[in-house]
């Protein structure tokens, strides 16, 4: 396994380009299973998530390449094959649970492997379920496996739900394109990644309106058409290299960064003493004075605080001038990265969904591990600003959802690079 090699050397200057969103391309491609017609998407991310949606959806029998440098994927569900999502692909991707409301919407028929465990908490997948059965399917669960049936297809339905949620708003969202009448989704997720997908459907030929609001109503059509779309701004990444001159000094330019799409993020890196500036290009980003400011922080669903950029900005907030209480309030178990940031002389209690982070001058660099995909971007950012040398181990988290992360710090003068396993 890989690590990370990170010697901690004073402030980042330079410009970042940012990629397209990771979680908006999971839920992208499962839409190519609505339509018999290509479905072509730009700005995708070289990911190794990406390339799992890719293996799944081929293994039902869609055509998927890669065009160009990458960034183009070419889609078409032209002949679909197989209507079964396999459990040794969907336990290694939870987004693999998207091809559940595709696959019923248009084939009538799907069998999901259920996702199982996962590093940040239990996460079910009640909420799809409920989503397919209140759009009339039935379900049975035996073997690890969801059979799905619509007999006749999907029917419009009200679908309220109790919490909110990115992916079951998304699969509820396709499903509901082809289904027969009118479906109300409540209480939907508001998520930049949701606005995304329902701009794509309906360049497909959706009728969908007031996404982006905690309403969406979708008017069933009979069929949907091919489209090409461009993948929207990686929000968390995004975020994520704001964070590197806020901890490091310097100033860095993010190329393709959207305020719009940070939410209450923005508000929190104010109130540390972070300076954010929009350009023509993106946005510029530098500390306002010397140390920044402790800040409390709760993660919700947007336009609140990202949890995936929680374990960052834990990151940031161990070096800060004051306490800081971070309370997170979308997955339970979500601060691995805590222990291992204290490793580094960062001083973090947890208690419960509560982490209390006592700001110190400097961190030491250490042998660290990262734990997940957002734990391991935070221990890379602290390992920036520390004194030493820093060796994130198990970084394979880190290709899941972070292209060329060395190169794009290193071109703002970090000294990184990756270590090959032995
Ligand atoms: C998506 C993102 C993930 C992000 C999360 C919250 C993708 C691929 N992943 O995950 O990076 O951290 O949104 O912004 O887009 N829940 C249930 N039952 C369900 C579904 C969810 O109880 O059926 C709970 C979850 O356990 C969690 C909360 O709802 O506590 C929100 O989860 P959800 O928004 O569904 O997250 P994901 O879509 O899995």
């Known amino acids: 396994m890989d690590s990370i090699l990170v010697r901690g050397n004073g402030p980042l200057n330079g410009v970042i380009p940012i990629a397209g969103a990771k979680n908006a391309c999971l839920a992208l491609m499962p839409a190519t299973l609505l339509s018999d017609e290509p479905l072509t998407l730009t700005n995708a991310p070289r990911l190794s998530d990406i390339r799992t949606m890719t293996l799944l959806l081929q293994s039902l029998g869609a055509e ?7 960034k183009v994927l070419a889609m078409s569900s032209h002949d679909l094959n197989n209507l079964t999502a396999d459990y040794d692909i969907v336990r290694k991707m939870r987004a693999s649970f998207l091809v559940l409301g595709p696959l019923l919407a248009r084939a009538g028929r799907a069998v999901v492997s259920l996702p199982g465990g996962c590093a940040i908490g239990a996460r079910p997948v009640d909420l799809h379920l409920k989503a397919m059965e209140a759009l009339g399917a039935d379900l049975d ?3 690890g496996y969801v059979h799905a049936e619509a007999k006749g297809g999907l029917k419009g339905a009200v679908i309220d739900f109790p919490i909110v949620s990115v992916g079951a708003t998304e699969n509820a969202l396709m499903a509901a394109t082809l289904a027969k009448g009118t479906t109300e ?10 606005v995304d997908l329902a701009q794509c459907l309906r360049k497909m030929g959706a009728q969908i309106e007031g996404e982006g609001s905690p309403t969406i109503r979708i008017e069933g059509v009979d069929r949907l058409t091919g489209a090409t779309h461009p993948v929207v701004t990686d929000r968390i990444e995004l975020g994520t290299y704001m964070l590197a001159p806020a901890i490091c000094g310097g100033e860095v330019e993010l190329l393709g960064g959207r305020i ?3 939410g209450r993020f923005c508000e929190k890196l104010d109130a540390a003493g972070v300076s954010v500036e929009e350009t023509e290009r993106g946005m510029k980003v530098k500390r306002k004075n010397g140390r920044v400011s402790a800040v409390d922080v709760v993660t ?3 336009p609140g605080f990202p949890t995936d950029l929680q374990a960052q900005m834990m990151a940031l907030l161990a070096t800060a001038d004051g306490v800081s209480v971070l309370e997170e309030r979308i997955f339970e178990n979500r601060f691995m990265h805590a222990p291992e940031l204290n490793r580094m002389g960062a001083q973090i209690e947890v208690h419960g969904g509560h982490a209390t982070v006592t700001g110190v001058e400097k961190l030491r660099g250490a042998r660290v591990m990262a734990t997940d995909l957002r734990a391991s971007v935070s221990l890379i950012l602290a390992a920036l600003a520390a004194e030493g040398e820093t060796l994130v181990g198990r ?3 880190l290709d899941r959802g972070y292209e060329r992360v060395e190169e794009k710090l290193s071109a703002c003068g ?9």
């Open 64 to 70: 998927v390449t890669g065009l160009q440098d990458g």
């Open 141 to 143: 669960l035996r073997e």
């Open 185 to 194: 989704i409540r209480n939907a997720a508001r998520e930049p990644e949701i």
């Open 260 to 262: 719009d799409l940070l």
């Open 300 to 302: 919700e669903p947007f």
């Open 395 to 397: 970084v394979y988290h």
């Open 414 to 422: 970090a000294l990184i690079e990756r270590v090959p396993s032995p």
